[in-house]
């Protein structure tokens, strides 16, 4: 009994003095500083750009009027969708029939006036032939001494008189046929004006603006002046312009991918692809995106959120945004091994949304400290720290 009660009190001390231990460790740890740490991992490092923009037609066609004329019809409204070879507009024909019915005139007149010279041609041709050959027969008579040397100088005069006024009649003739030609074009420009008074609509769309009004005057235009616009028709694809103020140059090649959320409808992410990348008046790109699917009941002018990723890095060494820090002008991380904390430079390379590429500085496996940041102010390196449960980013 004696030797039971040794072993029992042996072994209360044991377990007084492993609980005191436990205790104290305990104590110790919740005594140091709490910290989050994560571990070094390799994964896809991200650098996207996020940029506000608004929906546009992805293409517009604005009809200009091809002749001077007045309003007539106006069958469409805005808003309206359209098909290729619709009627959109119908000039007055009025002014435009009076037109082509006086040049039409015009025109005969001078056809009348060209066959006229014609005829006039032909006679005057016929009678230089006939005088020149009587001036002919003179010469020769008078070669034989038969003629006298004045009716052989009236021969040749009568000859000259009427070779001029053959030469004045052909180009009478020229004369009519220019004028004839022309009046030709006019009447010609008549009928292509007659003809467009109905505008009609190039493609498949909605259309956009109206800015005429029924009996309103509109102008072809000329050399200085703008022809008046009739109709725009907007395609029905939409698509998203958007400006990006940095200093960095952005190379985004045509087809890049990306995506578009409405602000009407944020938890639904389109799909949408780069068509042009170009330079803004200031530091900047302005970024095209057609929309790959059409958003229902969307509206020109409504706001969205344009998401681009421009590079990325697969199975780099990353860490997370959270945990870098300035070391002496440099960037840097908290790290810690088997409870001391301790200050690291790194080399990054690509920074990314939430995690940037290291190059060097750590390896995987190694844990970063990413808080909490009222800590970290107050520990250094070599102190003793406690790792608690690291916090998630958002990803």
Same mark, same amino acid.
Request: glycine share 8%; proline share 5%.
């Given at each position: ?35 989050? =740490? ?9 650098? =996207?750009? =996020? ?5 546009? $037609?992805?293409?517009?066609?604005? /009809? ?11 069958? @469409? ?9 619709? $009627? *959109? ?39 230089? @032939? ?13 070669? *034989? ?17 009427? *070779? /001029? ?36 609509? $190039? ?19 000329? $050399? ?6 009739? @109709? ?19 190379? /985004? ?52 959120? @344009? ?16 945990? /870098? ?52 102010? =107050? ?17």
């Amino acid at each position: 009994m004696r030797t039971a009660s040794k072993a029992t009190a042996a072994l209360a001390a044991v377990v007084l003095a492993a609980s005191a231990t436990w205790g104290q460790v305990v104590w110790t740890r919740r005594s140091l500083p709490p910290v989050w =740490t994560e571990p070094v991992e390799r994964r896809e490092v991200a650098a =996207t750009l =996020t940029i506000r923009g608004r929906l546009r $037609p992805a293409r517009t066609r604005t /009809l200009r009027t091809q002749v001077t004329g007045r309003v007539g019809t106006i069958l @469409v409204r805005t808003g309206q969708r359209v098909r290729a070879g619709d $009627p *959109l507009v119908v000039l007055d024909s009025t002014p435009l029939r009076l037109e082509l019915s006086q040049r039409r005139a015009a025109l005969a007149i001078a056809d009348g006036k060209l066959a006229a010279e014609r005829a006039a041609l032909e006679a005057a041709d016929t009678g230089a @032939v006939t005088v020149a050959g009587a001036a002919e027969r003179q010469e020769q008579l008078f070669a *034989l001494g038969l003629a006298s040397q004045a009716g052989l100088a009236s021969a040749r005069h009568d000859r000259s008189v009427a *070779l /001029l006024a053959a030469t004045l009649q052909r180009q009478r003739v020229d004369e009519a046929v220019a004028r004839g030609r022309a009046e030709l074009a006019l009447a010609a420009a008549a009928a292509r004006a007659l003809s467009g008074l109905v505008e009609r609509s $190039p493609v498949d769309g909605v259309v956009a603006d109206v800015p005429v009004q029924r009996g309103q005057w509109v102008h072809e235009g000329g $050399p200085h002046v703008i022809p008046t616009p009739l @109709v725009t028709v907007a395609s029905v694809d939409m698509a998203v312009e958007v400006v990006v103020e940095q200093t960095a140059e952005i190379r /985004l090649p045509a087809g890049w991918p990306g995506t578009m959320v409405l602000d009407a409808e944020p938890t639904r992410r389109w799909p949408a692809r780069v068509t042009t990348v170009g330079p803004t008046s200031g530091r900047g790109a302005t970024i095209r995106l057609e929309l790959l699917e059409r958003p229902h009941n969307v509206r020109d002018g409504m706001s969205c959120t @344009v998401h681009v990723t421009t590079a990325s890095r697969a199975h780099a060494i990353a860490v997370p945004n959270y945990a /870098l820090l300035s070391l002496h002008g440099m960037s840097g991380v908290w790290t810690v091994t088997r409870g001391v904390i301790a200050a690291r430079a790194v080399t990054l390379g690509l920074r990314g949304d939430v995690y940037s590429e290291v190059l060097a500085g750590v390896e995987p496996g190694q844990r970063v400290v990413t808080g909490p940041h009222a800590v970290l102010r =107050t520990v250094r390196a070599g102190d003793a720290v406690a790792e608690a449960a690291p916090q998630r980013l958002r990803r």
